[in-house]
């Protein structure tokens, strides 16, 4: 070890102010190694990548990285997302194709993503790092995954152990479980290459780390999972009143990021079928959250949800910055758990969800990973298929169990969900990983 | 709600045409007006046709005009062709002759446009169809035009200079709907798709 603080490279490319679903992991990860007495640096993407190309920051997440953290933003080129014609250089503006093919060689040269040119400018000033004060574990987070290829290079060059954290899979396609690349694609090639020299790789749950297990053997016994967890630094589960109040109409609410692989449709239908019945008059549903990861999509994607028209009962909110999420979580008696339903897809938002103490409706298909999770929590409603009269039925049953309002179950599914808390996820690695860096400096 | 301003999509290829007619549905959908300029003389043989709904201005004369793909097609392929039709017609040995040499023309052409004439023409097209282009802007009304989308690479030579030219109109490659307000739908496309007449060509010339 270099000295009393080990150090710690965090390649993370989303960190805040991005607001991607990612940056969660990532902003925990980096806090919870500061905590515990790391030096941590984190090198992420360029503040331009934020807030001129995708337009996604919650720039309140900023102020809840910790002080003792260092972030540094390599630069990187923006050929790819550079649509502006009045940014475009003499040589791209009047010979596009080459430009296009020269970009592309040099992607082929080295790792093929578009990020390649940050990962290139992350390794040097990784190297220049090191070399002012050594580096004792370098950990990278995916995606993008050309972060993987960073940490691969600096250890190459510098001899620092690396992790890599799967945050999204890389050649899987987790909801259509199918391989997300050709054969003899270059990413299956460096996939390989890189679970060859890691030191571990870290998956958000078993099902993913069993796929890769499975995928390459060799690695297998050096991967392990991190679940994701909810933050209580964010949201104060405690102050959030589990009981409705008994003169206003429930509020069914969807709290996160809404996007097409979702079964949106069931839940409306459902929620108009759940009107029609009057099981619980006037329940409103309500939809909190960004529409799509990218602001440009977001039109087209609220047409293609069929949000772009009115609907009785129904409200987009839009978003909620992340430190007033206690408020939307307070305003609702319902949750709603909307997912896209892979057995490879856990989302963090589940653990947020359990730690309000609220009943919870999945709508989802079957075999979602995060049902592993849910299946102990006591106010957990499961409709028997996505067919929305089934989905009425389980909105109905869960609002009977808000309205009941049942103090003891309300304290046991708290008590369930503070096991799920982002620290108790990351402890256990943030052990290992200390174990890794002293077992290396002997 | 006042009138949104003219977007104006400039596609040089026919690869470009599916893209351009989703984006144009979304904003002809909702009332604002779009001008497309296409250059439609080589190369968009059985190309889809655009939304009616949309002003098309065409390139095609111009382009097909330019001493370089004049000349070809005139030696290479009219000239011939036109000979070996006319052979073709001749009563006895010379007409069955010349029906099989203009068959044997067709394949040739087809052969020689793909492999030489094509990537030569390819490499300088953007070029070309700029200087074209800039001469004719009148017709684009630009002083209306909000943002001008450029949706394939043979156009970015022209949208470079254009930008160039005009540093306070918006040139981009992006075709971004959320830039619009949120407008609402007054002139959705008929379920049943266009009647194919109503797209007939041709294009309007300029």
């Known amino acids: 070890m270099s000295a009393e603080r080990p150090r710690l490279l965090y390649l993370a490319y989303y ?48 102020e809840t990285i910790d002080p003792r953290v260092t972030v540094l933003q390599p630069e990187m080129d923006f050929f790819a997302w550079e649509n502006d014609l009045r940014d475009y250089s003499f040589w791209r503006g009047n010979f596009p194709v080459l430009a296009q093919k020269r970009y592309q060689r040099r992607l082929d040269r080295t790792f093929p993503e578009h990020y390649v040119t940050w990962a290139e400018n992350a390794v040097k000033t990784g190297r220049r790092l090191h070399r002012e004060q050594p580096f004792d574990l370098v ?18 060059r510098t001899k620092v152990p690396f992790v890599i954290d799967y945050r999204d899979s890389w050649t899987l396609d987790q909801f259509g479980n199918t391989d997300k690349f050709p054969p003899g694609h270059a990413a299956w090639r460096w996939e390989a290459e890189i679970h060859r020299t890691a030191s571990a790789a870290v998956h958000v749950n078993d099902a993913l780390r069993a796929w890769h297990a499975a995928k390459y053997p060799f690695a297998a016994d050096r991967m392990q999972v991190v679940l994701n967890g909810w933050d209580p630094d964010i949201m104060d589960a405690e102050a959030i009143a ?85 408020t939307a979580y307070a305003a609702s008696d319902v949750l709603v758990f909307l997912n896209g ?102 | 709600m006042t009138t949104p301003d003219r977007v104006l999509v400039v596609a040089f290829r026919k690869a470009a045409v599916q893209r351009v007619n989703s984006y144009l549905d979304y904003l002809l959908s909702r009332g604002v007006p779009v001008t497309v300029l296409v250059a439609d003389g080589q190369g968009w043989k059985q190309a889809p046709r655009f939304d009616p709904r949309a002003e098309v201005l065409s390139l095609a004369d111009r382009e097909n005009r330019q001493p370089f793909v004049w000349t070809y097609t005139m030696l290479v392929e009219r000239g011939p062709g036109g000979l070996f039709r006319r052979l073709g017609r001749a009563p006895g040995p010379i007409g069955g002759a010349g029906r099989r040499l203009g068959r044997l023309h067709v394949k040739a052409v087809r052969k020689i446009r793909k492999w030489f004439f094509w990537r030569g023409y390819q490499a300088v097209r953007g070029h070309s169809l700029r200087r074209i282009a800039l001469r004719r802007l009148e017709p684009l ?48 496309a008929p379920e049943l798709g266009f009647d194919p007449a109503a797209a007939e060509r041709p294009y309007a010339q300029v």
């Open chain 1, 15 to 62: 960190f805040p102010p991005s607001r991607a679903s990612g940056v969660f992991r990532a902003r925990a990860t980096a806090n919870h190694f500061a905590e515990q007495g790391w030096d941590v640096t984190v090198l992420r993407a360029p503040d331009r990548f934020f807030y001129d190309i995708i337009r996604s920051v919650d720039e309140a997440l900023v």
């Open chain 1, 139 to 156: 950990v990278a987070t995916g995606n993008p995954f050309a972060s993987f290829w960073a940490a691969w290079e600096l250890e190459r």
């Open chain 1, 242 to 326: 589990s009981a409705p109040d008994e003169a206003r109409p429930l509020s069914f609410a969807f709290i996160g990021t809404l996007t097409h692989v979702q079964p949106i449709e069931s839940l409306l239908e459902g929620h108009r079928l759940l009107a029609e019945s009057g099981a619980h008059p006037g329940a409103g549903l309500d939809l909190y959250g960004h529409i799509g990861f990218f602001s440009s999509q977001e039109m087209k994607l609220r047409a293609e949800l069929g949000l772009d028209r009115e609907r009785p009962g129904v409200a987009y909110r839009g978003p909620v910055p992340k430190s007033e999420i206690g």
């Open chain 1, 341 to 442: 339903g892979s057995k490879y897809v856990t989302t963090g938002k589940v653990f947020e969800y359990m730690a309000t103490g609220k009943p919870i409706v999945s709508v989802h298909e079957k075999g979602c990973a995060a049902e592993e999770l849910l299946r102990d929590y006591p106010l957990w409603f499961e409709p028997a298929s996505l067919d929305p009269a089934d989905v009425a039925a389980a909105m109905a049953d869960a609002g009977d169990a808000a309205r009941k309002a049942d103090p003891d179950t309300a304290a046991r599914a708290r008590a369930y969900a503070r096991s799920f808390t982002r620290e108790a996820a990351l402890a256990p690695f943030e052990q290992w990983a200390r174990e890794l860096v002293a077992r290396k400096a002997r």
């Open chain 2, 141 to 188: 009304r630009l002083d209306g035009v909000r943002r001008v989308v450029v949706a394939d690479t043979a156009a970015v030579p022209f949208g470079w200079t254009l930008a160039r030219r005009r540093p306070g109109l918006e040139v981009t490659r992006a075709m971004d709907v959320s830039a619009f307000e949120p407008l609402p739908v007054t002139d959705p």
